[in-house]
């Protein structure tokens, strides 16, 4: 894709936030296409608004601002590397991200979910976006006080357990294919708040082909 037919693109979702017509699966679906993003966000930013003065296009500042808080978004999720400590909102602030700019799939690996803002996320992608979403998860905690896993199943998302002698400790997530995050931070309310955690976001694709092998290997293993 040519810089020119991109701006073009931002331009008609700008209209489409003017009109409150914006549909999220829409562009999710249309910059899921472009994975590689091959100009940067200043050059984007350049043409944007050069285009409008050019064409004397009248968008309010709210419906501009929107755009970019997407395009934002699109760029961190295509970023190839980006690291996030706890405690602090940094880690979950990164998982939400990513699950708000995924257009089509999310491969969970999790020990547990606890934190209401993943949940409540997780969610709105499964019933407003219609989102494919698996989770694999620990049996044991998944009865722990606080626990989001059951309430998740309640809500219809493709659940499996490690119903097994030893625990599945994983911790990592693969959005739509093209990206994985991955560390040692539990999708729980005290990592955000207490634990000394990590998380990294990568594209590289054999990182993230390994990713989905596992978690491939594993959902055939835990019916």
Known sequence: MKIEAFVEDLLEMTDDFRRGKWERKKWNKLFALNNEMPFSKS????????????????????????????????????????????????????????????????????????????????????????????????DEKSYDKGSDIKYLESKGFDIRYDDVRHHMHHKFAVFDTNRVLTGSYNWTRSAASYNQENILLTSKPKVVDAYRKEFSRLWKSFK
């Open 43 to 138: 050059e984007v930013t350049s043409l944007f608004f050069k285009k409008i003065e050019e064409d004397e296009i009248d968008f309010d500042n709210k419906s501009i601002v929107k755009t970019f808080e997407y395009l934002d978004n699109v760029y961190n999720s295509l970023c190839e590397d980006i690291v996030c400590f706890s405690p602090g909102n940094s880690c979950r602030d990164l998982i939400i991200e990513q699950i708000k700019s995924s257009s089509s799939l999310i491969e969970i690996c999790v020990f547990t979910i606890s934190d209401d803002l993943i949940t409540d996320a997780l969610i709105e992608a499964k019933e407003l976006f219609d989102l494919d979403i698996r989770i694999i998860t620990d």
